[in-house]
């Protein structure tokens, strides 16, 4: 329906809207100028002052002065006389005067606890470091686990030192985890040069990696038949650099285990992934969660169906955030492994 009407607009094109407007009357602009005050009584593009019709026929009486407006308009206010108050003000006041409430301050009262005489005897009699043991296993060593009982007390009689057994746990230092230390550009000639010695390649937490490098090690799986496992987790890769993995699974046959967490992935090269995972019978764990943003209930829809389909996935690293693809990936997830254990069983039998 729309192309009609478009090409009954085309002969409007053309039209000199200056030469109309030259031939119409001063009473048909009077009329047109209505009609469009009318149209849009309220064009936020014009300034206020221009925005309403004018529709006053007086001449102006001089310039705008507004100092001389000002003045006239406080005169007006002086010489106008305020209207009286039906009940006059006399000052007089009325009702109770308000006197806030006083707070009862509370006062706190030890109380005195009375135990058995053979305890109150047992307690007298105890040495420090029966005390100590006795506070540890009534749980309240933290009141006592400070470091000077850590140097040793003296006992009642100030003769003794008694150490004392209820100590706390030295809070052990945890240091950061080491740089990671592949070589980068020696373990890309490696792959390239498809070494029967490199079966895994770990580039995780190498954040520094260009983005043409990371594809570059794509295009050199593709041909590589021995490396097995292939991590970049925290490496800062992008949508090209796992559209450029996905085509990589779709040839490779080699590769058993991918993992691309903690990236700046999203949903455009995971759903990249996942349609290479439909082709692709080798690659049995694929890991691909945290990531930058969330990948949306559509992904995880495609994510379940490509599992559900593929039989080699045996373990699949994402927390989905929708029960109903969880689910089924979990079901798909648990069939798979019992091919596989069943295929084992069946071949340790004969």
Do not use: W
């Amino acid at each position: 329906m729309a192309v009609p009407f478009r090409k009954e607009l085309e002969k409007y094109k053309n039209i000199n809207e200056d030469e109309i407007l030259s031939k119409l009357s001063e009473d048909e602009l009077k009329q047109l100028e209505s009609v469009l005050d009318d149209l849009d009584p309220e064009n936020a593009l014009l300034p206020a002052g221009f925005r309403q019709k004018d529709q006053t026929n007086k001449s102006a009486t001089g310039p705008f002065d507004r100092e001389r407006l000002l003045s006239y308009l406080e005169k007006e206010a002086l010489e106008h006389k305020d209207r009286e108050d039906f009940v006059p003000f006399t000052g007089e006041k009325k009702g109770k005067v308000f006197v806030p409430k006083e707070k009862p301050t509370e006062t706190r009262r030890e109380e005195k606890v009375t135990l058995d005489p053979e305890l109150e005897e047992a307690l007298a009699s105890a040495s420090d470091t029966e005390l100590y043991d006795l506070a540890a296993v009534l749980g309240v060593h933290n009141l006592v686990n400070n470091p000077k009982f850590d140097e040793g007390t003296t006992s009642k009689d100030g003769k003794e030192i008694v150490k004392n057994v209820v100590k706390g746990e030295k809070v052990k230092p945890v240091f950061e985890e080491p740089p990671n230390p592949t070589n980068v550009e020696a373990t890309l000639q490696r792959i390239k040069a498809n070494d029967p010695t490199l079966l895994e390649v770990n580039l995780n937490n190498i954040k520094n990696i260009p983005i043409p490098t990371l594809k570059e090690f794509a295009k050199a799986l593709e041909t590589n038949t021995y490396v097995k496992k292939f991590c970049l987790a925290a490496t800062r890769s992008n949508d090209p650099v796992a559209i450029a993995f996905a085509d990589t699974l779709k040839v490779n046959k080699t590769l058993k285990s991918l993992n691309i967490e903690s990236n700046f992935i999203t949903g455009i090269g995971i759903l990249a992934l996942v349609d290479a995972l439909k082709v692709n019978d080798t690659l049995t764990e694929i890991k691909i969660d945290n990531q930058r943003q969330q990948l949306g209930t559509a992904v995880e829809m495609e994510i379940a169906q490509m599992v559900e389909e593929n039989s080699q996935i045996l373990k699949f690293g994402y927390q989905f955030t929708k029960q109903g693809p969880r689910t089924r990936v979990a079901a798909a997830i648990t069939k798979n492994n019992d091919l596989v254990r069943k295929k084992r069983v069946e071949g340790e039998r004969h």
